[in-house]
C-alpha cells in the first residue's frame, strides 16, 4: 500500500521570505501522481501544484515550484515571496496512475504560519 | 474549472438520528466519487469510493451498514450517516474525477455535530 509522510506539523515563514514543506512517500508503483494541496480556514481543498512521475522536469506554478526526486521518493514543495494569503494547511498527496479513477492518499500535513 | 457542491455545509443533529449529505458534479460527470473524513487538525482519511451503478467500495475500518453511500445518477452520490452518534461528529469531503482528466476535484465539506 501507499504511504505519504510530511515530518514538519508546524512551519513559519517571514512574509516574502521563501519556505520549503516536505514530503516523501512509498510505492511500488512506476506511474503516479504526486499533488500539493492547500487547505485554508474555510477547509476548501485547493490544489496547488501537481506532478507526474514519468516527467522529470519538476512543476512550478507561478511562485510555487516542487523538487521531486523520484529514486528518492521524494516531493518537496518551495513557496517563494511568502504571502499571507499562503497561511493554511498543505497536504502532499499521492494518486496511481494506472487506473482512470483511483483514490488520493493524503499526507498528514503541514501548517504554515506566515509572520508579516 | 470543474465545480463540486455539496448540501448541507452544517448539520448538528441529535444523537440516534440519520443524516443525509449530498456531492454532485455541477458541471461533469463522474462515474466515481470519494468520500473522506477529516477530524480537527488531522489529515483527509478516505472512506470509501462511490460507483455509479454498483456497490461501494469502503475502506478497512469504515463501517459499511453505518455509512451507507448511494451513487444515483452520473452526478450525484449520497452519503447517509445513520444512527449518528457524537464520535461521527467530523468534517465530510467528497471528491470527483471528471470522465478523461485526470484531476479530483473537491466539495466544499459537510460539517456534522451530533449532539
Known amino acids: 500500500a501507499q504511504t505519504v509522510t510530511q515530518s514538519q506539523p508546524e512551519m513559519s515563514v517571514q512574509e516574502a521570505e521563501t519556505v520549503t514543506l516536505s514530503c516523501t512517500y512509498d510505492?511500488?508503483?512506476?506511474?503516479?501522481?504526486l499533488f500539493w494541496y492547500k487547505q485554508p480556514p474555510s477547509r476548501q481543498m485547493i490544489l496547488v501544484i501537481r506532478?507526474?512521475?514519468?516527467?522529470?522536469q519538476n512543476a512550478t506554478e507561478n511562485r510555487f515550484s516542487v523538487n521531486f526526486q523520484k529514486a528518492a521518493k521524494s516531493f518537496s514543495l518551495k513557496i517563494s515571496d511568502s504571502q499571507l494569503g499562503d497561511a493554511a494547511m498543505y497536504f502532499c498527496?499521492?494518486?496511481?496512475?494506472?487506473?482512470?479513477?483511483?483514490?488520493?492518499?493524503f499526507g498528514p500535513g503541514t501548517s504554515l504560519s506566515v509572520i508579516p | 474549472g470543474a465545480v463540486v457542491s455539496q448540501h448541507p455545509s452544517w448539520v448538528i443533529c441529535k444523537s440516534g438520528t440519520s443524516v443525509k449529505i449530498e456531492c454532485r458534479s455541477l458541471?461533469?460527470?463522474?462515474?466515481?466519487m470519494f468520500w473522506y473524513r477529516q477530524f480537527p487538525k488531522q489529515s483527509l482519511m478516505l472512506m470509501a469510493t462511490?460507483?455509479?451503478?454498483?456497490?461501494?467500495?469502503?475502506e478497512q475500518g469504515v463501517e459499511k451498514d453505518k455509512f451507507l453511500i448511494n451513487h444515483a445518477s452520473l452526478t450525484l452520490s449520497t452519503l447517509t450517516v445513520t444512527s449518528a452518534h457524537p464520535e461521527d461528529s467530523s468534517f465530510y469531503i467528497c471528491?470527483?474525477?471528471?470522465?478523461?482528466?485526470?484531476?479530483?476535484?473537491f466539495g466544499p465539506g459537510t460539517r456534522l455535530l451530533v449532539l
Open positions: 471528491s470527483a474525477p471528471p470522465i478523461g482528466p485526470r484531476t479530483q476535484y
Open positions: 510505492t511500488s508503483e512506476s506511474d503516479y501522481y
Open positions: 506532478q507526474e512521475a514519468y516527467k522529470q
Open positions: 498527496a499521492y494518486r496511481s496512475a494506472e487506473t482512470s479513477y483511483d483514490k488520493v492518499i
Open positions: 458541471d461533469f460527470q463522474a462515474t466515481t
Open positions: 462511490s460507483n455509479e451503478g454498483s456497490k461501494a467500495t469502503y
